[in-house]
Every structure is written in structure tokens, then in C-alpha cells.
């Protein structure tokens, strides 16, 4: 993935990283357990919103 | 009244002497600008000092004043900015090498309404290197030190502007806040933070970090300063995508309401104990806190804490996808120049996929809703401001900070307005903080519980030994 994403990562920087990796997908898998098929992203586009000037 | 005493001022109490000519803007700035001089090589609060200009706004604001053309109640005070708000031709770093010598051409939104208002710029504060990450030790700039005891970490990501505050070197400061970066260092502080309402005051111009997450806010040393700044900085900007349409009411008019018959709401079960739990002093001084709400008449209310929990989760999926969408090309091309922490809590955003990061989002959806059904039985909750005390910069594990409850994630996620303000002191006379929440655009509900508490204790009256 680090490759994929453009990024030079030594193997002292991956093991680094790793960690916290590890950490953000155990909380991802936490997160799946919440949700049904039925539930959209919070702030899906709205385009009535897109008045930027 | 001597320097010290001046700089301690509350933003209301300088601005009523300025009217009543006891000093001038010149010599209300000359203070700051002598204090800094005496202090911050200890706190290193400042990264970029802007003397002049301000001493050239302080003769402005002082002839404005004198003709008779009086811009309201920032007029003359010298405030501070964190260093991620955008500033024509002013040196703007993030506190890193990637930004160092980056002049923006363009005012945040929030500077060019506190340059209207007539505040006084001293300077740009220092912070955590892009907002995240912690305090870097191989950044171009030191980091921020604790007023109340210069071992110990200020708390961030806007430590620049709690350091500043305690210490009397500004009256008033913007901080912004993606997962507690207003509401922790004025807890760890001792002074007052709001993060407003998602949408509530312009984004425009302030460098992001996460951009569904990050909100600007004030830091002051007083409720009703807060108040002050908010009520400048606050309404719909078109150039924020994200700003909400919202009218804008008089922060100050309910300010002295009270709380009686007020429901707070506390939701301790399933979330202060999690993993190590909240810190054992800061619970003590959080539950003394409760009982003066108490004594106010104020009702206090069990509520279920399990989605306040989770919400970390969401929040931090969030920012670091985020994070890393802002910065990936600078991470590719030039990755060493941000400092070691800020880089690899980025670069975890790379090895998050599509479908996580909008699980994220779906769940987000889910405990925005089961976090809110709770205004149906409460008026506010109430949580501590941060889980322990600032820990010295030599204790500071990552690794334990995950291991805590976060007090503040939630409330990025949901976007509801939260005031962080001071309640006692733990151990080592080291502050702590209590926040308040209340619906999505109530921030003068805030602002009126914790100026209820703030005026029925003395905690935002100390000052730090320096």
C-alpha cells in the first residue's frame, strides 16, 4: 500500500508505523460492527450545499 | 497597577480601561510586547513576533478611540494567533520546515473580522506541527511549554495559545480544533476554550488537518472573553464550504442566566472506565465540579457513555484519511521534512482503504444520532476536558494517550459546540478542566453554563508561577 500510495518507506519507518496502523484498522473493524446496509456516510453531497463563490 | 497585573486582565476589564483612558492601546501593547520579551524564552509560545505592526494597529485603535470611532470591545486588545491561520505577507509555519518561511497572500476569514473589530496582532503561536501528532522534538521551532510548570506539556494542538494566555502574554487567541486542539491546552492551561458549532465560524484561510473535522475557535482567559471573540469571529463565510447559514445571536445577553433547573448530563458508564480509564485526580476534581453545578441547581444525569467511546474511533479513521489526502503529495516528494511524529501518524492515512475510511463516515451517521437522541432528556453534557494531567515532556507516551478515554473526539465528529473551562488543579498544581456540550449552534448555551460555574469558583483567577 505504501508503494501504491507513492511513498518511500525504509524498514525502520515501516516498523515504526506499523503499530499504529494495526490500531486504526482494529478501530475500523469496530466501526463495521455499527452499521446496516441501510446507513449512508455523515455529509454525503449534497449539491444544494455547493454555493462556494 | 503594575505590568503584570495588566497583562492579567480580562479583554472586558483592559477594554473598560481603555475607555477610561487608565492607559493607552500603545501602552496596553507596549505590556505584552514587555512581558513576551521576559517570558517566552521560557514558554516559547511565539514562533513569529509581529512588534511592529502591532505597535502601528495599537496608535490606530488609540487615535480611533480618542476621535470618538470606537469598534466595540476588541477595540485596542492585543491578541495572538495560532500559527495555522493565514496571514498576508506574515510568516505562517504550521510550526514546520515544509511551511517555514511560507508568506500567505490572503487573510483567514477570522483574521480579516478581528482585524475589523481593531484587535492588536502581536504575533503567530507556536503548536503541534500541522496540528497533530504531539509536541516535536525535530521541528524548525521548539515546542510549547506549560506556564504552570515549564517540565510539563502545554497540551495541543493550540499550546501556543494556552501557553500565551496563562502566562498574560496576549488577552485573547485563536485555536482550532480537529479532535480536542482548542478544548485540551486550555484545559491543560487553565484557561477558557470554545470550539463552536461545525459551520459556525469560517474555516477559510486556516491550513487543515482533517477537513470534515476541523473547526476555528477562541481562547481566552475568561468565559465572557470567549464570548467577546466568538461573537467577532462567528456567521456564514461563502468562501468556507462548510459554513452554515446560520443567524448568529448576542453570545453575551444569556451569559448570566444561571443553570438553575438546567439537566446535565454526564455519561460516565461504558466510557470513563475504558482501558485505563480517566486519570484518578482528574475524576476527583471533575466530580467537585459536579457538585458545585449541583449547589447552582443544576440536575445531574446518568446517561450512557458507549457512543461517546466509539466516537474515537470514527474521528481518528476520519483524520488520518484525511491527513494524509491533504498532505500526499508533500509526503511523497519531500516526506523527511515534517518532523518524525506528525509523519508517521499521517502516513497511517495510506494504509487505511476507500472502504474504511467511509465505514468511518457510515458510523459516524449512526452515533451522531445515538449521541444526540440524548437532548431529548438533557440540556448539556458535561465531561472532563482532558483524561489526565499534563504529563512532563519526558513521561509522554503515545501509546498510554490511546490507552484513555478522549473527552474531546466525540464532539469533532458530531460538530456540537463544546467550552472547555477551568475547574481546579490536580497534583503538582497542574490545571484541569471541565467541558460543556449543548445542540448543534447553542453555543450560548455553553457559554451560560460555564460562565454559571466559572463565577461561583475563583479556578480562572490563578495565575501561573512565573
Not at chain 1, 454525503?44 to 463563490?53: G, L, P
Not at chain 2, 473589530?117 to 511549554?145: C, N, Q, W, Y
Not at chain 2, 482550532?176 to 469560517?202: A, E, L
Request: hydrophobic share 40%; net charge neutral; aromatic share 6%.
Amino acid at each position: 500500500m505504501a508503494e501504491r500510495a507513492g511513498l518511500r518507506l525504509g524498514d525502520d519507518e515501516l516498523q515504526r508505523i506499523l503499530p499504529g496502523v494495526n490500531r486504526a484498522r482494529q478501530q475500523v473493524a469496530e466501526l463495521r460492527q455499527l452499521i446496516d446496509r441501510t446507513d449512508e456516510p455523515a455529509g454525503a453531497f449534497n449539491a444544494a450545499s455547493m454555493d462556494r463563490s | 497597577m503594575n505590568n503584570l497585573d495588566v497583562c492579567h486582565l480580562t479583554i472586558a476589564e483592559a477594554g473598560a480601561r481603555l475607555r477610561r483612558r487608565d492607559f493607552s492601546a500603545v501602552e496596553l501593547a507596549d505590556a505584552c510586547l514587555d512581558r513576551i520579551d521576559a517570558i517566552d524564552g521560557k514558554l516559547h509560545s511565539f514562533i513569529t513576533l509581529t512588534a511592529d505592526l502591532a505597535l502601528e494597529q495599537a496608535r490606530q485603535a488609540q487615535r480611533e478611540l480618542l476621535g470618538g470611532t470606537d469598534r466595540g470591545p476588541l477595540h485596542g486588545i492585543p491578541i495572538a494567533l495560532k500559527d495555522l491561520y493565514m496571514t498576508k505577507g506574515i510568516r505562517t509555519t504550521c510550526h514546520s520546515a515544509v511551511l517555514e518561511n511560507w508568506l500567505p497572500v490572503h487573510d483567514a476569514t477570522t483574521v480579516t473580522k478581528l482585524q475589523e473589530a481593531g484587535t492588536i496582532l502581536l504575533g503567530k503561536l507556536g503548536m503541534h506541527e500541522f496540528a497533530f501528532g504531539g509536541p516535536s522534538v525535530d521541528a524548525p521551532f521548539p515546542a510549547v511549554r506549560n506556564p504552570w510548570n515549564t517540565a510539563h506539556i502545554p497540551g495541543g494542538s493550540s499550546s501556543g495559545s494556552g501557553a500565551a494566555l496563562a502566562a498574560g502574554l496576549c488577552y485573547g487567541a485563536l485555536g482550532s480544533d480537529t479532535g480536542g486542539s482548542i478544548r485540551t491546552p486550555s484545559s491543560h492551561c487553565g484557561i477558557v476554550g470554545i470550539k463552536p458549532t461545525y459551520g459556525r465560524v469560517s474555516r477559510y484561510g486556516v491550513i487543515p488537518l482533517s477537513w470534515s473535522l476541523d473547526h476555528a475557535g477562541p481562547m481566552a482567559r475568561s468565559v465572557e472573553d470567549s464570548a467577546i471573540i466568538l461573537q467577532a469571529i462567528a456567521g456564514y463565510d461563502a468562501k468556507d464550504n462548510a459554513s452554515a447559514n446560520v443567524a448568529v445571536p448576542n453570545f453575551l445577553t444569556g451569559l448570566k442566566d444561571g443553570t438553575k433547573g438546567l439537566r446535565v448530563g454526564v455519561p460516565r458508564r461504558n466510557w470513563f472506565d475504558e482501558n485505563l480509564g480517566i486519570h484518578r485526580q482528574t475524576e476527583a476534581v471533575f466530580d467537585q465540579t459536579l457538585k458545585v453545578l449541583d449547589s447552582l441547581g443544576a440536575m445531574i444525569v446518568d446517561i450512557d457513555g458507549k457512543p461517546f467511546s466509539l466516537a474515537r474511533k470514527a474521528n481518528q479513521t476520519i483524520l488520518v484519511c484525511e491527513a494524509y489526502a491533504y498532505h500526499e503529495k508533500t509526503m511523497q516528494e519531500t516526506p523527511m521534512k515534517f518532523g518524525s511524529s506528525v509523519r508517521r501518524r499521517i502516513i497511517e492515512g495510506a494504509f487505511l482503504s476507500a472502504g474504511d475510511y467511509l465505514t468511518a463516515q457510515r458510523a459516524r451517521a449512526v452515533l451522531n444520532e445515538q449521541i444526540c437522541a440524548n437532548f431529548a432528556n438533557v440540556d448539556v453534557f458535561a465531561v472532563p476536558g482532558a483524561a489526565r494531567p499534563p504529563e512532563p515532556f519526558e513521561a509522554m507516551d503515545p501509546n498510554e494517550q490511546n490507552m484513555r478515554p478522549s473527552f474531546t473526539n466525540p464532539f469533532n465528529l458530531t460538530g456540537l459546540p463544546a467550552i472547555s473551562v477551568p475547574c481546579g488543579f490536580t497534583e503538582g498544581n497542574l490545571p484541569a478542566g471541565i467541558q460543556f456540550i449543548a445542540p448543534a449552534f447553542q453555543e450560548a448555551t455553553c457559554l451560560r453554563v460555564a460562565y454559571a460555574y466559572e463565577q461561583a469558583t475563583e479556578w480562572h483567577k490563578q495565575r501561573p508561577p512565573l
